[in-house]
């Protein structure tokens, strides 16, 4: 092990720094990777880097709230867990590790339909209600069966994902030579087809064909918002018009969101894209955004920008390979610390008061 792994882990970036010493490279790759040049996945740091915070003087901070409401119930922070596969590559212990250390934070966990836990076992673990994000798959009636019994297991929120109807190009996992280990399943898809739960190797580009549909189109969303009786939110937005459909056909949110850069290389940053989407459906839509958000004051512009609320992906699974549980814990809680040092540096007292006039110009 490097000095990198045993130095002082200050941000969400030295987890990433001693992940790359904690993990085997292939998983690593796997991990940090995204499509193509990497350029989508360097846009989303650099487009929150690119847009200035305006601070406002003299107001009292001294009595700071970082608590959100949406769908029903408070949230510590407006940082939520993205959803995110496999967590057994990161950890002996897999998605039980990741949600003990969830646990001791208030926040919530998306659940991905690739885990390697059931979502039972998961929700059986947390402390509170998970939600769960799922592909419309080759057979809907599998989708219907696998959603209704997520929503019985006392999921909260779906999150669909729209963003990868075909293969990306996984240039960094394929040359690392990743593939998920034997003895590693989706559990969740057992019930699918005869391979579906086990992967198969990615330079197949078998990981993802057998078990995800190429077909969907919005009548299957629309079909999915008429039997769920949850809130459910359309995960991969990046056109305005989109997000004005996904409005038209009943969902309750959208994740402006590109799959961390690891969907179509060349599209824009999460972030920049974010406030002509906000502007369009922000008054009647729950509006998220995830990729890229490695501090506090990210948070604070994504807020600023529209959203009600960010996700983080790769982050928390940093802190899962490097110190299990607690190094999730640990990730969680020093990007809550930064964000409410944003919001007192910046002079805000409550989210309320986050707004466009925060930045000195919009993305
Ligand atoms: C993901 N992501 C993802 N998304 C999804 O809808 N279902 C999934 O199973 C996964 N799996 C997954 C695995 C890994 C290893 C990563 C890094 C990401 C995408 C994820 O939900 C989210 O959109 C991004 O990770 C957000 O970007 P950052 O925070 O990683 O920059
Ligand atoms: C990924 C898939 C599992 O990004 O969503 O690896």
């Keep these: 092990l490097s000095e990198t792994y045993f130095a002082p882990r200050v941000t969400l970036d030295d987890f990433e720094a001693a992940a790359l010493t904690a993990l085997p490279k292939s998983a690593f790759e796997y991990l940090a990777g995204g499509s193509g040049y990497d350029v989508t996945l360097r846009r989303n740091r650099s487009a929150f880097d690119n847009v200035e915070i305006l601070p406002r003087i003299l107001t009292d901070v001294s009595s700071l709230t970082t608590k959100v409401f949406f769908f029903g119930r408070e949230h510590r922070f407006p940082v939520l867990m993205a959803p995110t596969a496999f967590h057994r590559l990161f950890h002996l212990n897999g998605e039980a590790e990741t949600i003990?250390?969830?646990?001791?934070?208030g926040t919530t966990l998306v659940a991905s339909s690739f885990s390697t836990t059931s979502f039972e076992d998961m929700q059986a673990a947390s402390t509170r209600p998970l939600w769960f994000q799922v592909y419309v798959h080759p057979d809907r009636g599998f989708t219907r069966e696998l959603v209704e019994r997520v929503v019985a297991a006392g999921a909260e929120a779906i999150c669909v994902?729209?963003?990868?109807?075909t293969n990306a190009a996984r240039d960094r996992e394929a040359r690392a030579g990743f593939e998920v280990p034997p003895g590693m399943s989706r559990v969740n898809l057992e019930r699918l087809s005869a391979n579906a739960a086990h992967a198969l190797h990615s330079s197949e580009n078998g990981l993802y064909n057998s078990v995800r549909a190429a077909n969907v189109t919005w009548s299957d969303i629309e079909k999915l918002r008429s039997y769920l009786r949850i809130p459910l939110l359309l995960k991969g937005v990046l056109r305005a018009q989109d997000a004005i459909t996904?409005?038209?056909v009943g969902c309750e949110g959208v994740i402006v969101s590109n799959h961390g850069g690891r969907a179509l290389d060349g599209v824009p940053a999460t972030f920049r894209v974010l406030?002509?989407?906000a502007d369009h459906v922000g008054d009647t839509l729950v509006v998220m955004c995830d990729g890229g958000i490695r501090r506090g004051t990210d948070v604070l512009k994504a807020l600023a920008s529209?959203?009600?609320a960010v996700f983080i992906g790769r982050p928390y699974l940093y802190g899962l390979a490097v110190d299990g549980a607690s190094g999730v814990t640990r990730v969680i809680e020093?990007?809550?610390?930064?964000?409410?040092?944003?919001?007192?540096?910046?002079?805000?007292?409550?989210i309320a008061e986050i707004n466009a006039t925060l930045l000195l110009k919009r993305y």
């Design 100 to 105: 003990r250390g969830v646990n001791q934070t």
């Design 161 to 165: 994902t729209v963003d990868l109807p």
């Design 246 to 248: 996904a409005q038209k």
């Design 275 to 277: 406030p002509e989407i």
């Design 306 to 308: 529209g959203a009600q």
């Design 334 to 350: 020093i990007l809550y610390a930064e964000f409410a040092m944003a919001m007192g540096l910046s002079g805000c007292a409550s």
